[in-house]
């Protein structure tokens, strides 16, 4: 045996062995997409449609009850069953991401924090613009090495095309993200292509699928991270592996 074969050795030998029966030791899992904040909220009025359910249900609890305490704490429980099912990262879209960020600190957890932008007032900011701000001062002015700050342009049919763009060019700048619901159902995509007056269509006025608005404003790439899709179509699924979305 040579001297280097020798060292490898006693380094690689365990030191103590544990019998662990039947349990499974892997690398962390990332949970890919959560409103971790919105865990006191969780089963309310699972049976609308998304359209009903937003607009009549959660858009009117989170004004009347989300601020940083609410987030805060929401977010703390979802980070303890997530630990306890093996999750080490999460991608993170909801309100007061500074509220999820302490939380994150304090327990050592990864998170991508996406900053929810939107073209209508919440109890996070009043205007788009006031939004986009805040989630580029949180990119910016970012010194920890758990979290990764990020632009969440909420969804196609709450965000305008200008809007869109805007926060694509910031998520661009800084090399972060751009984290966004897209084809989360068929309404969303079929009012959009069809002209269909509908909460779910685009705030575009392009006759087209999502998606396909996307591809026309440049808005594809390894830094979108398009969340849901549960409506694509062959094409689409080329698209995005063709310009490395995630």
Known sequence: MTFSSFLLLF???????????????????????THAGMTHLRGMAEDLHLADWLKTEIWPAEAKYVDYEFTYDGTELAIAEMIKGGVTTMIDMYFFPEAAAAVCEKVGFRAVLATPLLDFPTNYFKTFD???DKAENLVKNNKSQLITFAFGPHAPYTVCDE?????WKKSEQYGVPFHIHVHETAAEAEDS???IDSMSRHRSP??????????????VGPNLMAV???????????????????
């Open 228 to 246: 849901h899709m549960t409506q694509l179509t062959d094409e689409e699924v080329a698209m995005l592996a063709r310009t490395k979305c995630a």
């Open 206 to 219: 392009q006759l087209c699928r999502p998606l396909k608005n996307f591809e026309r404003l440049g808005l």
């Open 193 to 195: 292509r069809e002209g």
């Open 163 to 167: 809007n869109l763009v805007r926060a």
């Open 11 to 33: 380094f690689l030998s365990p030191k103590e062995t544990l019998d662990l029966g039947h349990q499974l030791i892997t690398a962390g899992f990332v949970n890919s997409h």
């Open 130 to 132: 006031e939004a986009l």
